[in-house]
């Protein structure tokens, strides 16, 4: 499966986004989709994943509460709307997916064997 991040950009804080993971070779069914994030001279972070068959949904900590993770089946499409963004968000945002990620393993991106491409996403004070 190849996937394609899109929605990136710049931001004011408290404002909001919405990032893309569109996948392409074949559909999303049966996978698991994980957002994850890089900041400046840190290291890659889980931000939120989804199982595609269920649709459970997990969240790191420091985005519960403003950052929602959705998938479309007609578009094949696996959505993370932000708000309420704030400069620490600063980061390129990649998305990920596997068909074998535990339930143990989905905030590890060692697990995701699939990767996007990345889309920056710019949050100012």
């Known amino acids: 499966v190849q996937l394609q991040a899109s929605g990136g950009g710049l931001v004011q804080a408290g404002g909001s986004l919405r990032l893309s993971c569109a996948a392409s070779?074949?559909?999303?069914?049966?996978?698991?989709v994980g957002w994850f994030r890089q900041a400046p001279g840190k290291e890659l972070e889980f931000v939120s994943g989804i199982r595609w068959s269920g649709g459970n949904t997990y969240y790191a900590d420091s985005v519960k509460g403003r950052f929602t993770i959705s998938r479309d089946n007609a578009k094949n499409t696996v959505y993370l709307q932000m708000s309420s963004l704030k400069p620490e968000d600063t980061a390129v945002y990649y998305c990920a997916a596997d068909a074998n990620v535990i339930l143990s393993s989905i905030g590890r991106s060692s697990a995701y064997d699939h990767w996007g491409q990345g889309t920056l996403v710019t949050v100012s004070s």
């Open positions: 070779g074949r559909t999303f069914r049966g996978y698991t």
